[in-house]
């Protein structure tokens, strides 16, 4: 089992809908968030384009924060989701400084937080990630990368996509369609 | 400014503490009895409760499920999966709408305006004192001036119970920014063409189109929720997106083709390819030869407007309006000019939206599937009161003559007419405003400012301390949408339907929902009679009971739909479609328009340009907000908290402006904005435009959040261009220079 | 234009708008570290190589400063930790990946082996010392018979503290500036260096101190060599590496690097020390203030323009 989320950065129009359904799901606290909106424009007016990607945790299959978390509290769980046992961490920002994508925040109450695919609370229940099922363009695919038939297998088989620094040699599981 | 009603900042006297409870209050209490019939759901989520609803943040009224965590704390708004406005997914607003029942700048009790010490400010006052108040002061401006002089400004739910309250009193004068500031040109626009209106949400059959164009329509920045789902549905299918707009939309980015229009000339395009079609023949012939009148003039009017007539007003290259014709032509029927919403532009906007409705009836879209479908809303009975006394006045009279076609009553007209004159023998006295922030919603403040000084008894109620309730002289709390009963959702969509709203938690603090302040001030002027029920619950059950469910089936559904009764949501081809203009026919060349001295075909007129230095106000949505009402919204604050100001980097070149420097604005009338806001060099205004997000910049100190965050676009809408058709305010002809200089007030002042 | 921006507000404490999840205490917690290291890495050696009589400074006194150098290091670490009752579960595992941890557990075999190290040497500077519990002069009598046992150990690892106090950086290939294995062995010079320039401090023997100010020497030469060199590597790299460069080469960095870490804190002590053993007399301690204070200096650098520093996408 390999969980894994596409984007489709054609779709998305940035409405942050993902963002606010991830608060309210998860509780992540007001001032945080798990989950982003990235616009990036380029050209010169009237000849442009815009990408737009809600970002997140990559839940990297070789993720830098699980490699130099000092406690274990950093580890991989079911289907390589990359989470943080809040009570082994000891807030040391380790993970923080190593994860390229600075998806990692400290959460008030002193542990490390981030993305966890929302695998206990709903994956498990067999409910999609808040912020896909939210997405008013329905433009975010959740499964298993090892099922040929989740949505996101089938598209990714479809349509061209990217992850972000891939140089970084972290190889990530959140990917973005173009 | 000297005024007989200073603007307080509520902080005055501090609506921190819970007034006494009054008598009153404990009946509110029982308003929410509701909960007992809660259930503990069969999902993945047993622990918490769910509550129906439907949204109030915007107008969409998605409709949803309200999650209580264990200690009963509300935790997560979604969407209903069987309803058509939301298809089971809100937008971040709704989503977000947690944050107004949280947000602890709340307005906490019923406030009366005092003077101590020769300084005005607010008590706290009981339910009780603040409605016996309120309703001695309107049955003393009855009696002086007659009933009809009270007029009510509301905008969402609360509309229903206090009509209803002041059409038993006597005054029909009801109105919502919703028309004259909002939709009014596109309704009228249609209505004189296919005799009937778009409504809300919009006829406009996004899921099975084959092209839509988009003209300003900002989808996916308007989020609208139905119109951007269907919308990317339609991307998905392959559809093609036409977007025309001076602006680099999102929705534009999505597009096949984005048309960077020069603001204020779509009436050419719009013109250009109706002749396209005509002088093509791309038009539908048999559609138009059996539905419509008044072709040949048509024809014959558009005949000058070729594409290079167009091209020196528009600046849009006249292969690419051909283009796009052809791209009309290929998908027609299964067209979507867009109507848009928010149209009240240029003054001229309802010839505009003429020309919209000319357009798609030329394509042969209305009534054709992926086109304009026919919705249909249930006959719903509302529970039996005596009739409504004769108001002597109709509102229409207030503004005697003017706006002929306006088919909903003209905010913009009351407020006019709420300023004496020696020739009008009533002048409205007193203003309820309900959930709709006028300084915000209507342009040319002054103006507005002028009428409210006017004013012998200006009540405001709403949830939040915003610029108006400072001019109040009483504020009544209301609590939000998640906290009460309202009327039934009853919408027109495919499928006729129903939505319940209902509480999902006591109103915090003191505050009471708009139905049963609306009851109790009836009770208080003597209309028990046309508030005959119990509670709300009573009378919506009722109501429920005559289609066959029931308060308590609604309880476990939220959402109903019901079959249609006619199966008619396109045109049968087989049948002659009858529309309700005064021909009878799709009336190209319109009657209504001739008959009340106005161009039966659209004409294009040349707006005002900017002035040397000046750069033209534009204005938006940002998906995250809306209006001014969430802009205090902890959530939503979260993803932003202030407008910022689109400049092209030319511009930015010119003025050495560098993306987040900060910038206070001023008109071409002189009129400066009370804060500063961010500049943000962007490629995606042009260089004769700025633009803001709508909303912001708010005034009020209590809002801890919003105060002083960014530039409050309304108050740089000094020069208003009213269509003269319907009344609208056009609000798109204001220019605006850059400040760079300047003592800091807003937020910026607090570091 | 390009324009990249983040549309949905986020404000996340410590992260935006720049990474700054480490303050003082990290950075002081390695320069603690490193001239900890140096110190105990000198006073092992000179005990393995029989010369504790020529360095008395270096295998006896300095040795005295180090568990309150390691403690207060220690301390500054525990202050950085958000959660910090659950510090102890550092100690429950040992995670060879995570610098961090080995870290953790190079401080704990470091500092009781530097406390070990300070009570054999206790007598000698006060000769009237008594351990009141005959336990503890077993103990004593113990170690003293292992002496060089323990110095080894001391030896090897003061080492791995040093490197150790680079590699935590290092291992951060998400922050460009860090991520350059140089840092591992420039860390470990400059806190060499430091605990030389601080025995030369220390040192009432002019021998003595001729010797360091010798190795000091040395050192900061290896010192500038390597950081020519990581900046050639940097130079010589990907868009990102080249741009955390930058931030030394005409970035917001440039001035306190080049002129406090660089010309004060190695070249301007290295000529003093030059000058100082060809003869020329001046107040001995500059040098050493300088290249102790340069060191610490240059922590805080590193810690705050590596954060600075990102990968773009
Ligand atoms: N998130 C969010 N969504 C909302 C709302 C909200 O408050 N927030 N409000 C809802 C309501 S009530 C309404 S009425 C709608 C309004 O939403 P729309 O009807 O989409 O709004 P407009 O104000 O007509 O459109 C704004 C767009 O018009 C463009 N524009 C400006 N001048 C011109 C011009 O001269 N020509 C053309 N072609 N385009 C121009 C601007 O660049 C901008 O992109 O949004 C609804 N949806
Ligand atoms: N400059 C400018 N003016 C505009 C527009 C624009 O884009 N620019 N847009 C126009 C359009 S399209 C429209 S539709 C109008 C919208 O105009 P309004 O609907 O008046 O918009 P808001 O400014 O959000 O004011 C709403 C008020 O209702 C309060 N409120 C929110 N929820 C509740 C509730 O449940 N109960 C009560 N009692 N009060 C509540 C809020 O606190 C706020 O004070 O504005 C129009 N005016
Ligand atoms: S909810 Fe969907 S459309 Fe909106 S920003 Fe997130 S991914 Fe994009
Ligand atoms: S994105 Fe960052 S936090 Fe997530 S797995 Fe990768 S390195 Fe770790
Ligand atoms: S902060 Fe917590 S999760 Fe992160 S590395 Fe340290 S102990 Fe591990
Ligand atoms: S998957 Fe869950 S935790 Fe991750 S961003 Fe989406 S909602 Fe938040
Ligand atoms: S579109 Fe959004 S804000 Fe409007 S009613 Fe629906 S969920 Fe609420
Ligand atoms: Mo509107």
């Known amino acids: 089992m390999r969980y894994a989320m596409a984007v489709d950065t054609l779709k998305c129009v940035g409405c942050s809908d993902c963002v606010v359904a991830c608060q309210t799901e998860n509780n992540v606290p007001i001032g945080f968030c798990r989950d982003w909106v990235v616009e990036v424009t380029d050209g010169t007016y009237p000849r442009l384009e815009i990408e737009i990607r809600s970002e997140r945790c990559n839940h990297c299959e070789n993720s830098p924060c699980v490699r130099c978390c000092p406690t274990g509290a950093s580890h991989y769980a079911e289907g390589g989701v990359v989470l943080v046992t809040p009570h082994k961490c000891i807030g040391c920002g380790a993970c923080i400084a190593s994860c390229p994508y600075d998806a990692r925040y400290p959460h008030p109450d002193g542990y490390v937080d981030k993305c966890t695919f929302c695998l206990h609370n709903r994956v498990e229940k067999g409910l999609d990630p808040a912020c896909v099922s939210v997405c008013p363009t329905k433009c975010m695919y959740f499964g298993d990368l090892d099922d040929p038939n989740s949505p996101v297998s089938k598209v990714l088989k479809n349509r061209k996509y990217k992850t972000l620094i891939p140089e970084a040699g972290t190889n990530p599981q959140l990917y973005f369609l173009l | ?751 | 234009m390009k324009e990249e921006i983040i549309v949905s507000g986020r404000l996340n404490h410590l992260i935006d708008p720049q990474l700054h999840i480490w303050h003082w205490h990290i950075p002081l917690y390695l320069f603690l570290g490193g001239l900890a290291a140096g110190i105990l890495f000198f006073a092992a050696l000179y005990t393995i190589l029989g010369k504790e009589k020529e360095y008395p400074t270096a295998v006896k006194l300095a040795p005295f400063l180090t568990p309150a150098l390691l403690s207060i290091g220690l301390l500054a670490l525990f202050l950085d930790l958000n959660h910090k009752l659950y510090f102890w579960q550092l100690y429950t595992t040992l995670r060879l990946e995570s610098p961090m941890s080995w870290g953790a557990w190079t401080l704990m075999v470091v500092t009781p082996a530097s406390i070990v190290w300070c009570a054999l040497h206790i007598r000698e500077l006060f000769p009237n010392w008594d351990w009141k519990f005959n336990w503890l002069k077993a103990v004593e009598t113990f170690f003293n018979q292992y002496k060089q046992h323990l110095a080894w150990v001391l030896l090897i690892s003061s080492l791995i503290l040093g490197v150790y106090t680079g590699i935590l950086f290092s291992a951060f290939n998400a922050r460009p500036l860090w991520n350059t294995s140089i840092l591992g062995p420039l860390f470990l010079t400059s806190g060499l260096s430091t605990g030389a320039a601080a025995i030369v401090l220390m040192s009432k023997k002019a021998s003595e101190r001729h010797n360091f100010a010798r190795i000091d020497l040395m050192l900061i030469g290896i010192e500038l060599f390597l950081i020519v060199h990581m900046f050639m590597g940097f130079l010589a790299s990907t868009q990102v590496h080249i741009e955390a460069a930058h931030l030394f080469l005409g970035g917001p960095y440039t001035v306190p690097f080049w002129l406090f870490v660089v010309m004060l804190g190695l070249v301007i002590p290295a000529l003093l020390e030059f000058l100082e053993l060809r003869g020329f007399h001046m107040p001995y301690f500059i040098a050493p203030v300088l290249v102790i204070l340069g060191g610490l200096i240059f922590r805080f650098i590193i810690a705050y323009a590596g954060q600075a520093s990102r990968w773009l996408y």
């Open chain 2, 1 to 751: 400014m000297s005024s007989r009603r200073s603007f307080i900042k509520i902080s005055a006297l501090g609506i921190g503490g819970i007034a006494a409870a009054g008598g009153l209050s404990r009946l509110a209490t029982g308003a929410v009895s509701g909960n007992a019939s809660t259930e503990k759901i069969d999902s993945p989520e047993q622990n918490l409760h769910r509550t129906p609803t439907y949204c109030e943040i915007c107008f969409w009224q998605c409709a949803g499920w309200v999650y209580k965590d264990e200690s009963g704390n509300i935790k997560k708004i979604v969407g209903n999966d069987d309803d058509q406005h939301c298809n089971g997914r809100f937008c971040p607003r709704g989503t977000g709408g947690v944050g107004q029942y949280y947000d602890e700048d709340r307005l906490k009790t019923p406030l009366i305006r005092t003077t101590t010490d020769g300084k005005e400010t607010f008590r706290e006052a009981s339910w009780d004192e603040a409605l016996d108040y309120i309703a001695h002061r309107m049955q003393e401006i009855a009696a002086k001036h007659g009933p009809e002089c009270i007029a009510l400004f509301t905008h969402g739910s609360g509309g229903s119970h206090f009509g209803h309250m002041l059409k038993a009193f006597g005054s029909a004068s009801i109105t919502a920014p919703s028309f004259a500031q909002c939709r009014g040109p596109r309704e009228v626009g249609f209505l004189t063409t296919f005799g009937d209106i778009i409504y809300s949400p919009e006829r406009i059959d996004i899921r099975d189109t084959r092209c839509m164009v988009l003209i300003g329509s900002h989808l996916g920045e308007n989020m609208h929720n139905g119109q951007v789902q269907e919308m990317s549905d339609a991307i998905d299918r392959g559809a093609t997106i036409i977007t025309v707009d001076p602006r680099f939309s999102t929705a534009a980015s999505k597009s096949k083709y984005w048309l960077p229009i020069k603001p204020a000339t779509d009436l050419a395009l719009l013109l250009s390819w109706i002749h396209v079609l005509i002088e093509n023949e791309w038009y539908d012939k048999a559609y138009v030869a059996k539905n419509t009148v008044g072709f040949e003039q048509l024809r014959e009017h558009v005949r000058p407007f070729t594409p290079e007539w167009a091209y020196g007003i528009t600046t849009i290259d006249p292969n690419v309006i051909v283009e796009t014709a052809r791209e009309m032509r290929n998908a027609s029927p299964s067209v979507i000019i867009n109507p848009g919403r928010h149209v009240t532009w240029y003054g001229d906007d309802t010839q505009r939206m003429r020309a919209v409705a000319i357009l798609a009836a030329l394509l042969g879209a209305w009534g054709r599937r992926g086109g304009y479908y026919q919705p249909e809303k249930l006959h719903l009975p509302s529970y039996p009161v005596p009739p409504f006394p004769v108001p002597r006045r109709q509102p229409t009279e207030a503004y005697g003559g003017k706006y002929p076609l306006a088919n909903e009553v003209v905010s913009n007209g009351l407020c006019d007419a709420t300023i004496p004159t020696v020739e009008r023998s009533c002048s409205y006295k007193a203003w309820i405003v309900n959930g709709t922030n006028l300084l915000a919603a209507i342009p040319n403040q002054a103006n507005t400012l002028k009428a409210i000084e006017a004013l012998e008894l200006l009540v405001v109620v709403d949830t939040m301390p915003v610029e108006l309730t400072g001019y109040a002289d009483v504020v009544l709390p209301e609590c939000t949408y998640l906290e009460r009963y309202d009327m039934l959702r009853n919408s027109n969509h495919r499928l006729p339907n129903l939505a319940l709203r209902m509480p999902a938690v006591q109103p915090k603090y003191d505050s009471k929902p708009a139905e049963w302040i609306a009851r109790e001030l009836a009770a208080k002027l003597g209309l028990e009679a046309w508030f005959p029920w119990k509670n709300i619950e009573e009378m919506l059950d009722w109501q429920l009971k005559q289609m066959g469910t029931s308060l308590e089936e609604m309880q476990r559904l939220g959402v109903k739909n019901f079959p249609r009764e006619n199966d008619d949501l396109y045109f049968n081809e087989n049948e002659e479609a009858v529309f309700n203009t005064n021909s009878g026919k799709i009336e190209l060349y319109s009657s209504d328009m001739e008959n009340e001295g106005f161009a039966p075909l659209p004409v294009y007129t040349a707006h005002e340009e900017p002035p040397e230095g000046y750069y033209r106000l534009n204005y938006g949505r940002a998906p995250m907000h809306t209006f001014s009402r969430t802009a205090n919204n902890p959530n939503l604050t979260d993803l932003m908290d202030e407008n910022v100001l689109w400049v092209n980097p030319k511009v930015a070149r010119l003025w050495g402006l560098k993306t987040g420097q900060m910038v206070k604005l001023k008109n071409q009338d002189g009129k400066q904005s009370t804060f500063a806001i961010k500049v943000r060099v962007t490629e995606r205004i042009r260089w004769d435009s700025v633009y803001m997000v709508h909303g912001f910049g708010h005034n009020n100190p209590k809002l801890t959040r919003a105060f002083g965050r960014g530039v409050n676009d309304t108050e740089l809408i000094t020069r208003v261009h009213i269509d003269p058709v319907m009344g609208g305010t056009g609000m798109r002809g204001n220019f605006v220079t850059f400040i760079t200089e300047f003592e800091p007030n807003g937020k910026e002042a607090e570091a």
